[in-house]
């Protein structure tokens, strides 16, 4: 079951607690129907980053038909994060499938796309050009014959830490954490991530799927986890789940000899029914 091509909606908030709609920011082709946004088709995954030399707000997203067997990603272009946004095209990128995608801008102002490929067998990863608006002929393979997907990168004191999803279409499956001392590998496995609930629940990562991981400014080592909670029945009715995320503990030993890596500080993700952001960051009360 698909949900036609809406658009790309777009909220803004100064405190992650209100939220206002700021419309569609991309929309849906109404009438050609050669047109990669044209409402039978897909549209996955929007990401939108800022380029400091460009001006540019760029939006990374995954573009594919009802069969996904266009496997494609799309990319528009806007001067304000509200839009609107101007659509420019679809490829395949390396000339490699792309499904479940994201981008990941570093401290550099270096930006990389990871998308799943091989028929969600392995992840792809490579830098953005400097205009953010194509690949470069830089890719790496990762996770080979892991059939990972739903990338979600982040960083912490220098080291990459990456959440990702096992192939089970709409179904919630287990998460695993990975972590890497450079972006472009190599990625260490380092197990599933969440912590609370009941065993059902944490085996399928809260009945939802990975997205994004937000940092939060101000509190280091603190991000919130963003994740679908897909509804096969009614996609259109799918509901977002976000959580605290914590980066911390530290590895006992400095090298891991078995495998040459560094044991990587523990990624936990906390179920909680409600919770709310510390005071000092948020300003609630």
């Known amino acids: 079951m698909m949900v036609d091509v809406i ?22 082709e109404e009438n050609n129907e050669m047109h990669d946004l044209h409402k039978s088709n897909v ?24 069969n996904y067997t266009k496997a494609s990603v799309g990319v528009a272009m806007s001067d304000y994060p509200t839009g609107p946004f101007d659509y420019l095209y679809s490829k395949q990128p390396h000339g490699f499938d792309s499904r479940d995608m994201t981008v990941f801008k570093d401290n550099d102002g270096v930006a990389y796309l990871i ?35 739903a990338p979600a990168l982040f960083k912490y004191e220098g080291t ?8 089970t279409g709409w179904a919630p499956n287990e998460a695993l954490a ?15 991530p969440c912590i609370g609930g009941n065993k059902v629940f944490r085996q399928t990562t809260f009945f939802a799927q990975s997205t994004f991981v937000l940092p939060l400014p101000g509190l280091p080592g603190s991000f919130i986890f963003m994740a679908d909670r897909w509804n096969p029945a009614d996609l259109r009715d799918s509901r977002y789940v976000w959580l605290p995320l914590t980066v911390g503990g530290a590895a006992d030993r400095p090298l891991d000899y078995n495998f040459g890596f560094p044991l990587w500080s523990r990624v936990s993700i906390y179920w909680h029914r409600r919770w709310r952001l510390p005071y000092r960051w948020s300003g609630k009360k």
């Open 7 to 28: 658009g790309v909606g777009c909220y803004s908030s100064k405190d992650l607690w209100t939220w206002k709609n700021e419309g569609i920011v991309l929309a849906a």
């Open 43 to 66: 549209l996955e995954r929007p990401k939108v980053i800022y380029n400091e030399r460009t001006g540019k707000y760029v939006m990374w997203m995954h573009i594919d038909n009802v």
């Open 115 to 149: 998308y799943s490929s091989e028929d969600n067998s392995e992840l792809h990863i490579g830098p953005l050009s400097q205009d953010y608006l194509d690949v470069t002929n830089v890719m790496r393979r990762i996770l080979v014959g892991q059939h990972r997907e």
């Open 160 to 167: 990459y830490y990456m959440i990702t999803s096992g192939c």
């Open 178 to 192: 990975h972590a890497a001392e450079t972006i472009m590998g190599p990625w260490e496995t380092m197990g599933n």
